[in-house]
């Protein structure tokens, strides 16, 4: 069940009265819609950190893509979302966000795939797997 909260300020010139509703929870972004049509999770992997945040490796076929998504509602905090696949080099997104980090995409069909996220001081990165 919602709130209301009212809240009221009187002026010189009259009363103004603003009523609003309880913010709704956080509701995190699935992998699949931050990366696209036709992705599916193939790995993830729980960063211990506060706040908590899970970075997923995902697969359409043709192309990996990597995602950190908190799972908390708050401010901004520092995240990452990485990956690269043999022979290439880092893709990333990195910054401040609230809510997640990426999507970060690479071609990897028939190659070996390295791929991770943070948030904050936790980091994951994987070895070299997903080959294919």
Do not use: Q
Request: proline content about 4%; glycine content about 16%; charged content about 10%.
């Amino acid at each position: 069940m919602r709130k209301a909260r009212v809240f009221t300020l009187a002026a010189a010139t009259g009363t103004l009265i603003i009523a609003g509703t309880a913010a709704p929870a956080y509701a995190a972004p699935s992998p699949a819609s931050l990366c696209g049509s036709g992705y599916s999770v193939i790995d993830s992997h729980a960063l211990s950190s506060s706040p908590a945040a899970t970075t997923y490796l995902l697969w359409n076929g043709s192309t990996n893509c990597v995602v950190t998504i908190r799972g908390t509602a708050g401010g901004s905090t520092l995240m990452h979302a990485k990956v690269k696949v043999e022979g290439g080099s880092w893709k990333v997104d990195e910054g401040d966000y609230t809510s997640y980090a990426g999507p970060v995409r690479v071609a990897g069909g028939g190659k070996c795939v390295m791929w991770g996220g943070g948030i904050n001081e936790a980091s994951y990165t994987s070895g070299w797997e997903h080959c294919g």
